[in-house]
């Protein structure tokens, strides 16, 4: 098969089933890195959200900082409404961090939708966890997001091949470079919710 034609497939795959899980919410579990808090939280804040496999609906994000520890990234339509919202926090361990993300509710207009299917869907929130565990994984690495890290089994056997695993780097460095584009076009929120150490303090965090 040709490979334009199976990077095109790829995307027709992921992208819808991706755009029907936008109002899930899940943890990551947690990821250790080799570098500290305040590299973690550089990384994060500098990061784009992979758009090009979100589906329709997101067309940027909206990065904040609460405090030391923490990054939120609002995922957000196109008149810059909140879809949802990766919790990132970030814990010294050792010489490195201990970095996990949790994907909750939005503030606002779509919050009672978004807690409600949360609690529905366990197969669409486990590829949206795995969306969210990439985009912090490939940001903290300084690379592009891999497309195929939503499909563990076709990585593996994309990396065992060098000359294929070069071709899908490339696309998914085009893939990411128009990702940014995309959301450059946009504008961001004057007011995402997170604007102080109080309101992150106050959210409900159902524990």
Not at 41 to 62: C, F, N, R, T, Y
């Amino acid at each position: 098969m040709n490979f334009t034609v199976l990077k095109i497939r790829l995307l027709m795959m992921l992208a819808p089933a991706l755009a029907g899980v936008l109002w899930l919410g899940w943890s990551s579990g947690g990821a250790f890195y080799e570098k500290t808090p305040a590299e973690v939280q550089a990384s994060l804040m500098a990061a784009h959200v992979p758009v090009h496999v979100l589906g329709e609906h997101v067309k940027s994000s909206h990065v904040t900082a609460p405090d030391e520890r923490t990054v939120i990234t609002a995922l957000l339509d196109e008149n810059s409404n909140e879809l949802m919202r990766f919790v990132t926090t970030i814990e010294p361990d050792g010489t490195g961090s201990f970095v996990d993300t949790e994907i909750i509710a939005p503030e606002g207009e779509n919050a009672e939708r978004a807690r409600g299917a949360m609690q529905q869907n366990a197969l669409a929130v486990n590829l949206l966890e795995m969306v969210a565990e990439e985009h912090v994984a490939s940001a903290i690495d300084g690379r592009a997001f891999n497309m195929l890290a939503l499909n563990p089994a076709a990585n593996a056997m994309v990396q065992a091949q060098p000359e294929l695993a070069a071709q899908i780097d490339q696309a998914n460095r085009s893939a990411d470079e128009w990702s940014r584009i995309e959301q450059d076009s946009f504008s961001e929120p004057v007011d995402d919710g997170w604007n102080t150490e109080s309101d992150y303090a106050a959210h409900d965090w159902g524990s």
